[in-house]
T-cell receptor
Framework: GAVVSQHPSRVICKSGTSVKIECRSL??????MFWYRQFPKQSLMLMAT?????????EQGVEKDKFLINHASLTLSTLTVTSAHPEDSSFYIC???????????????FGEGSRLTVL | KQEVTQIPAALSVPEGENLVLNCSFT??????LQWFRQDPGKGLTSLLL?????REQTSGRLNASLDKSSGRSTLYIAASQPGDSATYLC????????????FGTGTRLQVFP
């Protein structure tokens, strides 16, 4: 099956620094990628929808300037948490959808997630 | 290895029917189970989260139950509406690694007027 790779799987950083998380579709082209966040004991929450070559669409309550999303190619989307603070500590997961309808069976492809801890 | 299966794979019903979607998992050592909905071309929308210590959760017309020992969860949708048409996914997190979500294969639901 199709594979979505996220990197890094875990990152620890100091407060005030910026952290970049990569999401790659390894064997298919993804015109759309989704970024999710999950706090402990809470369900996954969609943060933004990333479309290749255009600006990301952010969900209500998600700060655009804090969570920068770049979908520069059909296989790579990046999420940058700028000036991270302890409250940004969370589990971030991406998912990708193949762009071509004939290959899109509705199956979802997810990265394994990135655990961010801000000290 | 944890495997999550959803039955049926697809379901088409007339408006107003009460529905039951099934999710089964092979390893009962889970931390929680979540139900999601996905509209075509959209990301996931979280519906319900059930902790391993809970037996059910309710939100509006939705009710999800969890029988951890038997490895099963059901999502009950009352009085279905055309707007309920979507793909429904369940996902479990393992008790020894709460980071990784393991998703079921999904149930495509179509509710026609």
């Amino acid at each position: 099956g199709a594979v979505v790779s996220q990197h890094p799987s875990r990152v620890i950083c100091k407060s005030g620094t910026s952290v970049k998380i990569e999401c790659r579709s390894l064997d298919f082209q993804a015109t759309t990628m989704f970024w999710y966040r999950q706090f402990p004991k809470q369900s996954l929450m969609l943060m933004a929808t990333s479309n290749e070559g255009s600006k990301a669409t952010y969900e209500q309550g998600v700060e655009k300037d804090k969570f920068l999303i770049n979908h520069a190619s059909l296989t790579l989307s990046t999420l940058t948490v700028t000036s991270a603070h302890p409250e940004d500590s969370s589990f971030y997961i991406c998912s990708a959808t193949p762009g071509l309808a004939e290959y899109n069976t509705g199956e979802l492809f997810f990265g394994e997630g990135s655990r961010l801890t801000v000290l | 290895k944890q495997e999550v299966t959803q039955i049926p794979a697809a379901l088409s019903v007339p408006e107003g029917e009460n529905l039951v979607l099934n999710c089964s998992f092979t390893d009962s050592a889970i931390y929680n189970l979540q139900w999601f909905r996905q509209d075509p071309g959209k990301g996931l929308t979280s519906l319900l989260l059930i902790q391993s210590s809970q037996r059910e959760q309710t939100s509006g017309r939705l009710n999800a139950s969890l029988d951890k020992s038997s490895g099963r969860s059901t999502l009950y949708i009352a009085a279905s509406q055309p707007g309920d048409s979507a793909t429904y996914l369940c996902a479990v997190t393992r008790s020894y690694n709460t980071d990784k979500l393991i998703f079921g294969t999904g149930t495509r639901l179509q509710v026609f007027p």
